[in-house]
């Protein structure tokens, strides 16, 4: 099946290239609008672009529009004359209109919203009053709407004559007369039920509607836990305003999957919502330079350590040998303890009241690793460095040299799984994404306390 | 509303250490299952457990055991009799009583399979016989058949008749004698339509069944990229199956991201199905555990490396200063590279026949970021290394010197870059998961890398 698209979209793309409109059209056809926005993004020159939107026309390239980045938005939209304009706005939801207008500059969108009826310009300015990543950001209004005093046949009645669109029929809310929310029906209770029942025998309670201002994490979380296919969004006094659908909620879940996990590895600024391919290095460079020039500077700390631990270094150079190790043993912990707090808490199984049992969980981890690392590690330098004669100053035996390299990998590997751990709880505690603790921060910082632990251990035990 | 959430969970605790039956009863009323679950899991005590399980009784029970993390399924299944087992697997549906079955040992398994009917048995042998990680592992077969033949009126009373769930009503095909998959209808169109249309007027076709070998990647992304809601699952003969629904994509969804992040960051088997808190510091050490031995010894490379240009650091020791920067820049770098890389793999965005144009976009981006970070540590070195009058042999300049140093870091940056994100693409080339190469073992290889670029580097320019 996936063969077939790729044929077809070498076909759209010789189309494109001749010029061919009717064979454009065609292929076209057999083409979803996903793929064919997809297409749209791998084309660089905008000739062709204009080419391909017009030919498909308004009415169809609606649905392409709205699986568009929001950076091409724009100017395909500006593809067409005002008239055409109009027809593919008709053709979107109120959720997809209000994201096309969104992704506009702020002239342009007034100019949309002013050849847009009185009625949608109403509702598109309500909708855009909301966050983008709010559960009113997310919600279309397109929601059947019954009373609980009508039947059956009144039911169906006046769904019939409201049906703005076919996917409201999946979405059908009891509402008082005051638009409070009082419950949902389900089309299957209409269609198997006497036109004589009351609707308020076929109502089912609506147990988590959220708030039209809830964060879009929690309205992913609401899909999760209680596997919704849609969920009712409500004002502060429980008026029914709209809903969330479930291809929603997957996209949400995905754009916070991919922001913590940018996050993580220190990448700044919102994804782009461009494919990786499409977006320019410039915008590449942008969100990478900064946590690279800062862990640059902040890794001069370390420097310092070392510079100032001359003497330690110079006395025993194969101390050098370890060193490289016991620092990055440091870091690799830490971002494995601060990668797995960091993702239970995005799935909700930790919150910063539960500090106390990961400190106490990662502690017990860090020394049972640093233990065992620490013992592996000082059996291989008693066993090995006598074969190979690594040099070490008079005084100072292998088994002194290999207990102050495994004493310090143990001390480093158990405070740095405890500071990688509490960190990203810290930042949630403090109201940060805990996620915003990327990973080669820790590092760097349990980099420089491992320097210190190397040497100050050193020190200690082989008396420089 | 979370707050009544906990406020019911507190009560059930309650409950639960005062052997308060009836309490306990009133409270799971106003609980959704997935909440108990997730109480269940912070029980230690199996008295407990078995109080809570018992009192619930097996048909409210049944969801709930769907719910929980696998570990758990086989205690708690057993705090039931045979004839309460019974009843708790007529409540489930198919795929979650596979799912249960599943987590059971062998022996327990076949006991279960015993008390089964006999269609049920055939089902779950069947469903047992897929991969927990395919389609076929995650379908329902729930669903709702008819045939292009009848009209609206005699599938409306097939369906009624074979009414076993009523989510199959939201699954209606159209199948031939065969089992052929020939489209889909919609209940609306059911509802909606005079009773003599015939279902093959209002047959949709399917435009994107599954195949029940398909990996449930797979899955998700057709789920992502078509809206879906449900997706038909079929045979090698296009013989349909089942269904998937759009929950199991959307935990599809949250599993891979979590196995990508996890093993980014150096996590190796599989993720534990409990919860971080409610996994043993055992199970977390033995994920952790492996990664960081292996990185520790192959952290030895760059301390080789160190050993072996003693003379370059003992000649000018302020190079020690800004070894761990240059070191840590390129470890930073390539982990950007490489998250950027495998979550556009893991999204669709990008394929192994995409090498080349990453290789070239990372290498502009490489060349970017290394020639901007040199230059400003070229000036911070020539401005404040004669400020802090810093100790440089006779006859090394201070702009000889930052110049070494920035142009180390700029070329390990680039070649980091590179590497970071060329790894992946790699592995994904080689039919492996391309997170496989977790950004630690990227940092370590060029951890060593820079090492020696860094060393070579002042040796050449600084005449050592």
Same mark, same amino acid.
């Given at each position: 099946?996936?063969?077939?698209?790729?044929?077809?979209?070498?076909?759209?793309?010789?189309?494109?290239?001749?010029?061919?409109?009717?064979?454009?059209?065609?292929?076209?056809?057999?083409?979803?609008?996903?793929?064919?926005?997809?297409?749209?993004?791998?084309?660089?020159?905008?000739?062709?672009?204009?080419?391909?939107?017009?030919?498909?026309?308004?009415?169809?390239?609606?649905?392409?529009?709205?699986?568009?980045?929001?950076?091409?938005?724009?100017?395909?939209?500006?593809?067409?004359?005002?008239?055409?304009?109009?027809?593919?706005?008709?053709?979107?939801?109120?959720?997809?209109?209000?994201?096309?207008?969104?992704?506009?500059?702020?002239?342009?969108?007034?100019?949309?919203?002013?050849?847009?009826?009185?009625?949608?310009?109403?509702?598109?300015?309500?909708?855009?009053?909301?966050?983008?990543?709010?559960?009113?950001?997310?919600?279309?209004?397109?929601?059947?709407?019954?009373?609980?005093?009508?039947?059956?046949?009144?039911?169906?009645?006046?769904?019939?004559?409201?049906?703005?669109?076919?996917?409201?029929?999946?979405?059908?809310?009891?509402?008082?007369?005051?638009?409070?929310?009082?419950?949902?029906?389900?089309?299957?209770?209409?269609?198997?039920?006497?036109?004589?029942?009351?609707?308020?025998?076929?109502?089912?309670?609506?147990?988590?509607?959220?708030?039209?201002?809830?964060?879009?994490?929690?309205?992913?979380?609401?899909?999760?836990?209680?596997?919704?296919?849609?969920?009712?969004?409500?004002?502060?006094?429980?008026?029914?305003?709209?809903?969330?659908?479930?291809?929603?909620?997957?996209?949400?879940?995905?754009?916070?999957?991919?922001?913590?996990?940018?996050?993580?590895?220190?990448?700044?600024?919102?994804?782009?919502?461009?494919?990786?391919?499409?977006?320019?290095?410039?915008?590449?460079?942008?969100?990478?330079?900064?946590?690279?020039?800062?862990?640059?500077?902040?890794?001069?700390?370390?420097?310092?350590?070392?510079?100032?631990?001359?003497?330690? !270094?110079?006395?025993?150079?194969?101390?050098?040998?370890?060193? +490289?190790? &016991? =620092? *990055? #043993?440091?870091?690799? /912990?830490?971002?494995?303890?601060?990668?797995?707090?960091?993702?239970?808490?995005?799935?909700?199984?930790?919150?910063?009241?539960?500090?106390?049992?990961?400190?106490?969980?990662?502690?017990?981890?860090?020394?049972?690793?640093?233990?065992?690392?620490?013992?592996?590690?000082?059996?291989?330098?008693?066993?090995?460095?006598?074969?190979?004669?690594?040099?070490?100053?008079?005084?100072?035996?292998?088994?002194?040299?290999?207990?102050?390299?495994?004493?310090?990998?143990?001390?480093?590997?158990?405070?740095?799984?405890?500071?990688?751990?509490? !960190?990203?709880?810290?930042?949630?505690?403090?109201?940060?994404? +805990?996620? &915003? =603790? *990327? #990973?080669?921060?820790? /590092?760097?910082?349990?980099?420089?306390?491992?320097?210190?632990?190397?040497?100050?251990?050193?020190?200690?035990?082989?008396?420089?």
């Amino acid at each position: 099946m996936q063969e077939t698209v790729s044929l077809n979209l070498e076909m759209l793309e010789e189309a494109v290239e001749a010029r061919d409109g009717s064979g454009l059209l065609r292929v076209v056809e057999s083409l979803h609008y996903a793929d064919i926005a997809r297409f749209q993004e791998s084309l660089s020159d905008h000739d062709e672009v204009e080419f391909l939107v017009r030919i498909i026309g308004p009415v169809k390239y609606a649905s392409v529009l709205a699986e568009l980045p929001e950076e091409l938005v724009e100017s395909s939209l500006y593809c067409f004359n005002t008239t055409d304009k109009r027809l593919l706005f008709a053709e979107l939801s109120d959720d997809d209109l209000t994201d096309v207008l969104r992704a506009l500059s702020e002239v342009k969108r007034s100019e949309m919203l002013g050849i847009l009826g009185r009625k949608d310009k109403e509702l598109v300015r309500a909708l855009l009053r909301y966050d983008e990543d709010t559960a009113g950001g997310w919600m279309t209004t397109q929601i059947g709407r019954v009373s609980g005093d009508m039947t059956v046949k009144k039911a169906l009645e006046s769904l019939r004559v409201n049906l703005e669109s076919t996917d409201t029929l999946s979405r059908i809310f009891v509402v008082s007369d005051e638009g409070k929310l009082e419950g949902r029906i389900r089309l299957r209770d209409l269609a198997f039920n006497t036109w004589d029942t009351p609707i308020s025998d076929i109502t089912y309670s609506e147990e988590h509607p959220i708030l039209a201002t809830a964060d879009q994490e929690e309205v992913a979380m609401t899909f999760k836990k209680y596997d919704a296919t849609i969920v009712a969004v409500v004002d502060e006094s429980n008026r029914l305003l709209g809903v969330v659908t479930h291809d929603d909620a997957m996209e949400i879940a995905e754009q916070e999957s991919t922001e913590d996990m940018e996050m993580i590895a220190g990448l700044s600024g919102e994804q782009s919502e461009s494919s990786y391919l499409y977006t320019t290095v410039f915008t590449h460079f942008k969100r990478r330079f900064w946590w690279l020039l800062g862990l640059a500077f902040l890794a001069v700390a370390s420097g310092y350590v070392m510079l100032r631990f001359e003497n330690v !270094l110079s006395g025993i150079y194969l101390l050098s040998l370890f060193l +490289p190790m &016991v =620092i *990055a #043993a440091g870091g690799n /912990t830490g971002g494995q303890a601060a990668t797995m707090v960091i993702r239970a808490m995005a799935l909700g199984e930790l919150t910063p009241s539960d500090s106390a049992k990961v400190a106490w969980k990662e502690f017990r981890l860090g020394a049972l690793l640093g233990s065992l690392l620490a013992v592996t590690i000082f059996i291989v330098c008693a066993a090995l460095l006598p074969v190979f004669r690594a040099p070490l100053p008079d005084g100072v035996s292998y088994l002194a040299f290999g207990f102050a390299v495994s004493l310090s990998l143990g001390l480093q590997v158990m405070f740095s799984t405890l500071i990688g751990a509490l !960190l990203p709880l810290l930042a949630r505690s403090l109201k940060l994404d +805990p996620a &915003v =603790i *990327a #990973a080669p921060a820790i /590092t760097t910082v349990v980099d420089a306390i491992g320097m210190v632990i190397y040497f100050v251990t050193a020190q200690a035990i082989l008396g420089l």
